[in-house]
Structure formats: C-alpha cells, structure tokens
C-alpha cells in the first residue's frame, strides 16, 4: 500500500464513500487506460501489445494507437495499480474480461457498417461525375457557337459601316482645315492690322488696338505651334510676330524716354542701348538690320511726345505682351529717371566726404527732429561738409527724390495703371540705390574703396541724424503711396488695405508737406496739410468720375479689365535704405554704452536713497533703468534689428558692471586677528552650520542700514531686469527674440543680495565679539552662586536687538528670514564651540549657563518679530509692516533644535559621573565617543577616569587613552590660541593709539 502525502479533506471522503472505487466498475476502469498510459512506465513488449488491443477496444473508434503510446502502456503495471491483491485480480477478472469483449464487437460492428456504406455510394458518385463532364463539354460548344456567330455579325458591320467612317473622317479633317482656314486668315489679318496700329507713319500709334490685337495674335499663334517646324509660312509668321513684339517694345520705352527726356536724349540713349545689344548678339544679323531700319524710319518724328492717353494704352500693350516685359519696362523706365542721382550722389563721383572738410563732431542728440523750413535752411548753410554724397547730407538725396516725383507726375499724368504700382517701384528702387550708397560711405578707412570713406560715419551725431532722416523718408513715401495710390503694404501685421500711419519718437501722428517736412499731426500746420490733402484727393475723385462718364460708350471690355486688375500687396518700403546701417551702429552702441558707464561712476559715490517706492532703493538703479528705458526707446524708434540686439548686449555688459558697483558698497572682509569672534576663527566659529560664511565683515554703527538699501536695489534689479528682458523681446525682430535672455544679469544681483545677508549676518556676529570673549574670560569651575542672567547676555541683547529691528524694517519679509536663520545658525555654532572650549565648569556654571541659554533662546526666538518700540522710528516697507506677532514654524523649530545640542551638553556636565554613560547614552542620540570626551574634559575630569569611561562606554583602552591624550593636546592649542589673540588685539588696540597720537601732532 503507498502512503498519501495530502490527507483527503471530509467532503471528498464523503465523495469517495458514495462512488464505488474502479476496481469494481469494469466500465470505469477500461476508461481511464489512457491516462494511465500516459503517465505509466514502459513494460515488455507483449504487455504492450496487449495492453494497445485492448485499449484500442475501449475506446471503440477503430484507430491503432501511435507507436509511441503503445510502448508507454504496461498493463501489468496497469493491473497492479488498480489490484493490490491477486485474490481481488481474480474475482473482478470474468467481468473486466466480459467487458472488454463487449467493447470489441461493438468496435467490429462500427467498422463493418461504416465500409458497407461507403461501397454502396462509389456507384452513385461515379455516376454524377460521369455527368457532370458531359454538361461541361456541351456548355463549352454552346459558347464557341455563340462567339463565333458573335465575329461574323461584327465582319458584316463593319462591311456595311465603312463607307460611312469614312464619310466621318472626311467631314472631321474638312471641319479642321475649315477652321484652320479661318484661324490663319484671322491670325494674317491681325499682324498686318498690329503692324499698321504700330507703324511709324502713325502719329501717334494707335495702342489702344494695339493691345488687343497683341493679345489676338498670341491666342491664334497657339493653334498653329504644331505647324511651326514643318510649315515654313508658319515660322515665317512667328518670326514676324516676335519681330513687331519687339520693336513695339522698344518704341514704348523710346516714348517713354521722348516724354520724360525730350528727343535728343531719348536718341542718346537709344544709340547707347543699341550698341549694348550689338555687342551682346552674335547671330541673327538681317534681324538686327530690320529693326534698325524700322527704328530709323521714326526718327524724324521722335520729338513728338505723346499724349498721357497714348501712353496709358501703351502700358496696356505691355501687359498684352507679358509679365516679363512689363517688369523689363519697369526696370528700364526706374534706372533713366535714377541715372541723374547716380550722378549727383554717388560717392565715386564725390570723393570729398572723407577728407578734412568732414563735419565737426557735435554733442550727439537722440531725439527725432520733426522738420522746420526755416530751421533746414539754416543748418543747411551752416553745414561744414558741403559734398551731396555725405551723410551730413543725406537729406539732399531726399530732397531731389520728392523733385523727381513731382516732375514725374507732371510728365506722366494718370499714365500707369493702379495695379502697375509703377510709384512704389520707383521708390524702392530709389531705396535700394541710396543703401548701396550708404554702404560704400561706410567701406574701409583701410582697403581699396578707402576713397568712399565717409568720416562722418565716426560721428554718432551724423550718423544719428541721417538714419533719423532716412527713416523718415521712408515712412513719408509709405504715407504718401498709402494715401495717393492705395498701395497695399504687407507689413504682417496690419490688416489688408489697412493704412497705417506714420508715428515719431513720442508716439504722435505725423504729417508730410509736400516738401517732405514732418509736422505733429494735431499741429495747426499739421492740420492745415491734412485739409489741403483731402481737398484734393476730393477733387481727383469728381475728374475720375466726369472721364469715366465721358469715356463708358467706347470703352473696350478687354481694356477695362486691365485697368481694374486686382492690387497687389507689396513689401513694405520701411528698411530698405534704413538697414544700410545696422552693420555699422557701433559708435551709436559705444555712446550708450559710454553715457552708461558715466552713471555708474556716479553711481559707485552717489548713496541717495529713493523712498517713493514699496522699498528705498538707491537712486542710481532708478535712473540707470530710466536711462535703459529711453535708450531702447530711441532705438526702436530707429531700428529694431541687429542695432538693437547689439544695444541689449551693452544693456547686459553695464548690468554686469552695476552688480559689482554694488558690491563694492559692502564693507571690506576682516582678515588675520580681526576675523576671529571670541578668540575663534571663522572655520571654528561656522562649523556644523552649513551656512556658507567664509569671511567675518565689521559693520560700523548706522551702516547696517546702507547695505540694507543695497539689497533692496538688488531686488529692485533683479525684478526690473526680468521686466527688462519682456520688453526687449516685444520690441526686437523675430530672428533675435530667442537669442535675448538675461538670466545671467538677474543671477548676478541675485548673488549681490546673498553676499549682502551674509555680510549683515557677519557684521552682526562681529558685533558679539566682546561679548563672547566676556563669555569665555569668565572662571565658569570656580562659580558657585546662581544669579541674574549674565553681563554677557545683556551686551548681546544690546548688540543684537537693535540692529535686527533696524534690517527687519528695510529688507522684504523673505530675505529677512533668511537673515535670521543664518544668523541663529552661525551664533548658536559659536555659542556652543564658546562653552567647549572651556577647562571646566562647575555645577553652579552649568546652572548659570543653562539661564543664560534660556535667556538667549528666548531673544532669538523673538527675532523675527521684534518690534521698534521708539516712535520716531523711520517708516517700514507695506510688506512689513503687517506681520504675526508669531515667529515662523521653521524658524522656531531651527532655533529649539540649535539650543537643545547646548542644554544637552550643559545638563550632561552637570550630571554626576557615575550616571554620565547612561544619561548619555538616552539624552544624547547619535553621540559618539568624541562628544561623550567633550563633557567629561569640561567635568573636569582626569585622564585615567576618562579612559575608564570610555572603555565603559565601549571603546577600545588603547584608543581611549589616545582620545584622552588628543584632547590634552588640544586644550594647550586653544591656550596657545586664546593668548596669541590676546597679544595680536593688545597690538591693534596700540597702533590705533599710536596713529590717534600722531593725528593729534599733525
């Protein structure tokens, strides 16, 4: 029998005693062969193939087992299992016997029905097969009859249906060349009426036909661009075309130039572009000969100008002939009218502007001069660089440039389409020619257009002027075009046909003359020029109207079309000439920068106090950020690109500078003797405080207040900055906003202000000093009599309280809490480091002491809200004056956990020392062999008692005795210490009376 590792719970012994076990269910039995056969082991051979008869019986569904599971299968291993005992093998044999052969005929039963079924329906599938492939093949013949029947009807069709196609085709070639026919009578008939409207025998040509009949002849040459490589008439045709489209292209820039110039200059420069072309062309000679004799022929008549109408059809004709040469014509037309400012102005025809008649440098002036007649004569008279090319007389430019406007609309009246925007390009192109001016004034003093060199450009005074004037020129012609020819700007930011108007320095609206003067708006000549404009514009519009009431009978369609062509929107004309100087700013920047840096050394002796705001802060800061202010303001004014980025790096350079004007208005760090506080040096005095002080600051009486104010300025500053740094991003272009950032500038007087609570928290500390060394004087072992609070607390209380209430009443709440808790840090270090530099203390010093500390515990808890009690007090910031009368959680939680370290250490050398170890051991957590030292040298205790102790404590005896040896050492240091300080203030104490001495005598 096996014995089962899990006892059966009570439920499924109950199951187990209502199901009689397999052993006695043949049937039951028989079924669990398969999962018997998987888990068993293999037996013999014979067992097996035994075992698979069987199994295969049992199952009754005709299948062999898998070699594999008949050699897993052992039925005596089978038997065995469910028999335990031969005697049961035997009695439960007949009936498993029985069973098994049950199960096997039932199998021989399946099987022999299962093959009669399937030998009775062979038959029946053979015959539906045999079927099947004879419907297929008499489909297969149905459809090759239909197909084939499908060909000859199609055959007949077409037989009948051939004599028509071609009837068809006949028809359709016959319609084309029909029509064909027409075009080219059409297309022969509209090149000899062009080239009769152009002919130079008409006087004037008739353009207006022109136009159409060029727009006529390019539609009806696409038709025939087939034909142009295999008819010769064709090409013939076209070249012809081509050839009238070019001399009616010439003939209106020769008109043009006849208008504006007059006859004998419009030959000139007639004969100066036909030798360019000459010597350009290479081929096409009988061309060439044809044109020329063309042109020739209208020579006698080219004085004759023609009338503004015949010039307005001829701009049409232009449009007729393509994008590309309107825009040819354009470019021509520009650079005639520009040819004489080339001449005046150009700095290679004036090679003076450098030399020693440049203009005198003046003190320089930012602000934008809105023009005066009166006032421009003068100072044109007194100008001391007479050469037009000048900056000092860049305003000559300007003024030629309003002339030629005039004398071009006085040539040219209504001539250009609106859509042509034939002013605007002009103007621009004027711009661009004035900026390749400028930048040749600004060449090298050094290299080979040394000649150009304008001195000028050195003058901040010039230079500032001409940029003044050149954007005012440029914001007078985007007025100006705005409001005589709606030019539509695209400046990204106003809306579409959106007249923006021209603003100064100051924000005020400004009006052009006619002569180009800038007047305030609300000014009475202002409003006086305002009238007179819109008078006129009034008057343009009632003739607009009467012309085209006159002219709406014979009005052509195509004509009307051209004329009410839709706007286009244009660059802007703003930075054009203007950006000529960007590169070239830096005396501007240096002058900023300069005028800056004059503040500053004002500012490093200058301790005026501004009160006005919600902290008195230093004057300087105010007006160098009004300073900073106005200068972004005369910039921006100017320019709001790479001038201004340069002008924000001078912004970040005189920052810099200021932070460390004001740092050096903090006192000067103590060194050698007179850093020490009781006797201890600063590393002594600020150990375990974490506090960062490394140097000890004297803070005279009353001073305290001054650094006070310098932090106050370094808040202001810190916060003006970031204001700084929004403003400049609003103003500056795009491609430099992501480049402007401050936060450096904004950390330095964040530095300031840190440095200025450690100063104030050292100068505090410095002023316990005699206090401390009161302390440490005192024979703390030989006092036996509790008292009062010590003279040592009273001088504390005297030193500190005073100075807190004074820095509370300056500072903002947040650097006044720091404040404290540095200083309750650094004094309650000292404080402590004081009392374990101690030889011994007596049970009555530790009582005295554990007063003192209560007492100086409850001051610096006060400190946060202390008060000024005296009425004459000077008036606190808003952001003090409301307070709790509460000390912060944090802070009083600092201060308690500072203190407990000094009444821990004061109680435990006042506890016995029989029960030292223990009350250690529970009162000081984490104390370590070292501290537990410290009490036990400041009980006074001997050296063998305290290696004792230690070892008690569980230290090694070897250690303890170098501990205790180490610490003897250590007491002979700070005597060593204690008396050198003493001698090194006697010495101090001695010059000082000294030099008082010689003072008196001199």
């Given at each position: 029998m096996t014995t089962e590792l899990n006892q059966p719970t009570a439920k499924a012994k109950e199951k187990q005693s209502t199901k009689p076990p397999l052993s006695q269910d043949p049937e039951a039995l028989i079924d669990t062969i398969d999962s018997f056969r998987k888990s068993g082991a293999p037996g013999n051979h014979n067992a097996n193939t035994t075992s698979s008869s069987s199994n295969g019986n049992s199952n009754g569904?005709?299948?062999?087992?898998?070699?594999?599971?008949?050699?897993?299968?052992?039925?005596?291993?089978?038997?065995?299992?469910?028999?335990?005992?031969?005697?049961?093998?035997?009695?439960?044999?007949?009936?498993?016997?029985s069973t098994l052969d049950k199960r096997i005929t039932t199998l021989d039963e399946s099987i022999s029905s299962t093959i009669q079924k399937q030998s009775d329906l062979a038959d029946l599938t053979l015959s539906d097969v045999t079927r099947a492939k004879h419907a297929v093949k008499h489909l297969h013949e149905r459809v090759t009859t239909v197909q084939i029947k499908a060909n000859q009807s199609e055959q007949a069709v077409q037989e009948i249906t051939i004599e028509m196609k071609q009837l068809d085709f006949a028809k359709k070639h016959l319609s084309k060349t029909i029509t064909a026919l027409k075009r080219l009578h059409m297309l022969l008939h509209a090149v000899k009426q062009l080239r009769y409207a152009v002919r130079s025998s008409c006087n004037p040509p008739d353009y207006k036909n022109a136009a159409n009949l060029v727009d006529a002849v390019q539609l009806l040459l696409g038709h025939f661009e087939g034909y142009m490589d295999s008819v010769e008439k064709m090409r013939l045709v076209k070249q012809d075309v081509e050839r009238i489209r070019v001399n009616l292209n010439q003939g209106?820039?020769?008109a043009f130039r006849v208008a504006g110039f007059g006859g004998a200059k419009a030959l000139e420069k007639k004969k100066r572009d036909d030798e360019k072309r000459k010597k350009k062309a290479k081929k096409g000679k009988a061309v060439s000969h044809k044109m020329d004799q063309s042109e020739e022929d209208g020579e006698s008549k080219a004085a004759i100008p023609l009338p503004p109408a015949s010039l307005n059809d001829a701009c049409h004709v232009l449009d007729a002939l393509g994008m590309s040469k309107r825009k040819e014509f354009m470019k021509v037309f520009c650079a005639d009218h520009l040819e004489p400012y080339a001449q005046l102005f150009h700095p290679k025809n004036n090679t003076s502007s450098g030399g020693a008649n440049a203009a005198t440098p003046q003190k320089p002036s930012f602000k934008i001069i809105l023009s005066n007649e009166n006032k421009d004569e003068k100072e044109n008279s007194a100008l001391s660089n007479p050469n037009p090319a000048s900056l000092d007389q860049i305003e000559r430019r300007y003024a030629w440039y309003r002339r030629m406007l005039r004398e071009l609309d006085e040539a040219f009246p209504s001539v250009f389409p609106k859509y042509w925007n034939m002013e605007y390009h002009m103007t621009r192109a004027f711009l661009s020619e004035c900026a390749k001016h400028i930048l040749l004034l600004f060449s090298s003093k050094d290299g080979s257009m040394k000649a150009l060199h304008d001195r000028d450009c050195e003058n901040v005074s010039v230079l500032l002027k001409a940029l003044q004037k050149t954007m005012l020129f440029e914001k007078e012609m985007t007025a100006w075009l705005q409001r005589e020819y709606g030019t539509d700007f695209d400046d990204g930011l106003s809306g579409k046909n959106e007249k923006v108007p021209a603003v100064g320095e100051d924000g005020e609206v400004l009006e052009f003359g006619p002569s180009g003067k800038a007047v305030a708006a609300g000014s009475a000549e202002g409003i006086r020029i305002k009238y007179e404009r819109q008078m006129k514009d009034r008057k343009k519009r009632e003739d607009s109207m009467n012309q085209q009431q006159d002219g709406n009978e014979d009005l052509d369609m195509a004509?009307?079309?051209?004329?009410?062509?839709?706007?286009?929107?244009?660059?802007?004309?703003?930075?054009?000439?203007?950006?000529?100087?960007?590169?070239?700013?830096?005396?501007?920047?240096?002058?900023?920068?300069?005028?800056?840096?004059?503040?500053?050394?004002?500012a490093a002796s200058n301790s005026t106090v501004d009160s006005r705001g919600e902290l008195p802060v230093l004057t300087s800061s105010t007006n160098l950020f009004l300073y900073i202010k106005n200068s972004i303001t005369r910039c921006t004014t100017l320019t709001k690109g790479k001038t201004l980025f340069l002008l924000y790096r001078a912004f970040q350079r005189t920052l810099r500078k200021y932070a460390t004007v004001l740092a050096s208005k903090y006192p000067?760090?103590?060194?050698?003797?007179?850093?020490?506080?009781?006797?201890?040096?600063?590393?002594?005095?600020?150990?375990?405080?974490?506090?960062?002080?490394?140097?000890?600051?004297?803070?005279?009486?009353?001073?305290?207040?001054?650094?006070?104010?310098?932090?106050?300025?370094?808040?202001?500053?810190?916060?003006?900055?970031?204001?700084?740094?929004d403003l400049i991003v609003d103003k500056i272009e795009d491609k430099y906003k992501s480049k402007v950032d401050m936060s450096s500038e904004?950390?330095?007087?964040?530095?300031?202000?840190?440095?200025?609570?450690?100063?104030?928290?050292?100068?505090?500390?410095?002023?316990t000093d005699q206090?401390?060394?009161?302390?440490?004087?005192?024979?703390?072992?030989?006092?036996?009599?509790?008292?009062?609070?010590?003279?040592?607390?009273?001088?504390?209380?005297?030193?500190?309280?005073?100075?807190v209430v004074k820095v509370k009443s300056l500072l903002p709440n947040s650097?006044?809490?720091?404040?404290?808790?540095?200083?309750?840090?650094?004094?309650?270090?000292?404080?402590?480091?004081?009392?374990?530099?101690?030889?011994?203390?007596?049970?009555?010093?530790?009582?005295?002491l554990l007063l003192d500390v209560y007492n100086l515990k409850t001051l610096l808890l006060k400190l946060p809200v202390l008060e000024k009690v005296d009425a004459s007090s000077p008036s606190r910031s808003p952001s003090n004056q409301v307070g709790s009368s509460i000390a912060p959680a944090m802070y009083t939680k600092l201060v308690t956990k500072q203190f407990q370290r000094i009444e821990i250490l004061l109680k435990l050398v006042g506890t016995p020392a029989e029960l030292l170890i223990d009350v250690f051991k529970?009162?000081?957590?984490?104390?370590?062999?070292?501290?537990?030292?410290?009490?036990?040298?400041?009980?006074?205790?001997?050296?063998?008692?305290?290696?004792?102790?230690?070892?008690k404590f569980g230290v090694d005896p070897m250690t303890a005795i170098k501990n205790t040896a180490n610490i003897d050492i250590q007491s002979l240091h700070d005597k060593s210490s204690d008396v050198s300080a003493k001698i090194n203030s006697d010495l101090i104490q001695m010059r000082e009376k000294v030099e008082r001495f010689r003072g008196a005598f001199r």
């Open positions: 569904n005709g299948n062999a087992p898998s070699a594999s599971s008949s050699t897993a299968f052992d039925p005596v291993d089978f038997l065995n299992h469910h028999y335990k005992t031969e005697a049961s093998l035997i009695t439960a044999l007949p009936s498993l016997r209106i820039i020769f004509h009307f079309n051209r004329v009410n062509d839709a706007p286009v929107v244009v660059p802007p004309l703003i930075g054009v000439a203007s950006s000529a100087f960007e590169k070239f700013m830096s005396p501007y920047i240096a002058l900023e920068e300069e005028n800056m840096d004059e503040q500053l050394k004002e000067s760090a103590l060194y050698g003797p007179a850093a020490a506080i009781g006797g201890l040096s600063i590393a002594g005095l600020t150990a375990g405080s974490g506090s960062g002080i490394k140097d000890i600051y004297r803070i005279p009486k009353g001073d305290e207040t001054n650094i006070c104010y310098v932090i106050d300025t370094c808040e202001y500053c810190s916060e003006t900055v970031e204001a700084l740094q904004e950390e330095a007087f964040h530095d300031v202000t840190a440095k200025g609570i450690k100063v104030l928290v050292s100068g505090l500390v410095h002023r206090a401390f060394k009161g302390m440490y004087n005192i024979n703390w072992s030989a006092l036996d009599v509790v008292g009062e609070e010590s003279a040592y607390v009273r001088s504390m209380h005297n030193e500190v309280q005073p100075f650097y006044f809490r720091n404040f404290c808790d540095q200083f309750a840090m650094i004094f309650t270090n000292a404080f402590y480091n004081t009392i374990t530099r101690q030889k011994r203390i007596s049970e009555s010093g530790t009582q005295q529970v009162q000081w957590q984490g104390g370590s062999a070292l501290d537990l030292q410290t009490v036990m040298t400041l009980k006074g205790m001997k050296r063998n008692d305290q290696a004792s102790m230690l070892e």
